[in-house]
């Protein structure tokens, strides 16, 4: 689980409920900062257990940068609401909303998957990416998640059917103070052993329908990059240095078959918009300001 540092909207950002056809989701949206040239509209995709307040330490740079940023929780996620039925979080219908998402904000989008993100992502692009001028998968690989994961994943998904949310939480809590200090804080289901009501709240708001069927994905999520690599958009794989979701050296090639541009984030594990914010930012800019208006027909160097 990321662990922002706050959860209160950076100073310029708002908070509000986007409508579209598929329901209202909750966002924080960033203008560029005033005086900035206006450079684009991002559209930012939160990952497992996770929420659009992961990308809270990104939005101030990227303003900067002139980059209006738009970071939203999926349904059943946070302060999004959303069924008991575990069929309406089939990775379809959450690529679905992220279209939905995208033609509300009516404009071309770059568009950022974190993680289950950046799985959500590469759906909502091979069912349609004339929305977007650009995909970044941020510390996202190209099928299902390590067998460490997976295991892990299944013991939630067992305790989700028999517990209530707020035992999980415990549940999860404890075992991480179980585990050896070295224990790579970038993994998918790492809570945390912080006593953070904030962290505790957002996970208690999380829908269990939802983490039962987006977990599920997570251990079965096919290969799809060679579907992938054939849409007519530029590409950035990012990551930290370090990730026990998916290895770097998988995400390494997930890159050059996508002939994608790949950023590794010195000093990050598997949350560098939380962890190192700053480089991941810059990097993001960078790439965005690389992508030209006929982004649709062209691939940038790596």
Same mark, same amino acid.
């Given at each position: ?13 708002? /908070?509000?409920?986007? !409508?579209?056809?598929? =329901? ?7 203008? &560029? ?6 450079? +684009? ?8 257990? =996770?929420? #659009? ?17 738009? &970071? ?14 575990? &069929?309406?979080?089939? @990775? ?20 950022? +998957? %974190?993680?289950?993100?950046? @799985? ?8 349609? %990416? ?23 994943? #299944? ?30 804080? +970038? ?15 957002? $996970?208690?708001?999380? #829908?269990?329908?939802?983490?039962? /069927?987006? =977990? ?16 007519? @958009?530029?590409? %950035?794989?990012?990551? +930290?240095?370090?990730?026990?979701? $998916? ?22 594990? %598997? ?6 914010? @700053?480089?991941? &930012? !810059? ?20």
């Amino acid at each position: 689980m990321s662990r922002p540092p706050t959860f209160v909207p950076p100073p310029g950002a708002r /908070s509000y409920r986007l !409508h579209t056809e598929r =329901g209202d989701f909750a966002v924080v949206d960033a203008p &560029a900062a005033p005086g900035t040239e206006p450079r +684009g509209t991002a559209l930012l995709l939160p990952g497992f257990t =996770g929420s #659009k307040e992961d990308f809270n330490p990104l939005h101030v740079p990227l303003a900067a940068r002139g980059y209006r940023t738009v &970071a939203v929780d999926g349904r059943g996620q946070f302060e999004s609401d959303g069924p008991a039925d575990e &069929a309406a979080y089939a @990775l379809e219908e959450l690529a679905r909303d992220a279209l939905a998402q995208a033609g509300t904000l009516g404009t071309p989008l770059h568009l950022v +998957g %974190h993680s289950l993100g950046g @799985l959500i992502a590469r759906a909502a692009v091979l069912l349609d %990416h004339s929305p977007f001028v650009s995909l970044t998968l941020m510390a996202s690989g190209p099928a299902q998640v390590s067998a460490p994961q997976q295991q892990r994943l #299944k013991l939630l998904r067992d305790a989700l059917g028999v517990m209530p949310m707020a035992e999980v939480w415990e549940a999860i809590r404890a075992m991480e103070q179980m585990e050896p200090e070295d224990t790579d804080s +970038g993994a998918e289901l790492d809570a945390g052993t912080e006593d953070r009501e904030d962290l505790r709240r957002r $996970w208690l708001s999380n #829908k269990p329908a939802q983490l039962i /069927s987006t =977990g599920r994905q997570l251990c079965v999520e096919p290969d799809r990059v060679t579907e992938l690599a054939a849409v007519p @958009l530029p590409f %950035h794989v990012l990551s +930290g240095a370090r990730d026990d979701a $998916w290895p770097v050296t998988l995400m390494d090639r997930m890159a050059e078959r996508l002939r994608a541009r790949r950023t590794v984030v010195e000093g990050a594990e %598997h949350s560098p918009n939380c962890e190192q914010p @700053l480089p991941t &930012a !810059h990097a993001l800019a960078g790439f965005w300001d690389d992508v030209p208006p006929d982004a649709d027909r062209v691939r940038l160097p790596a």
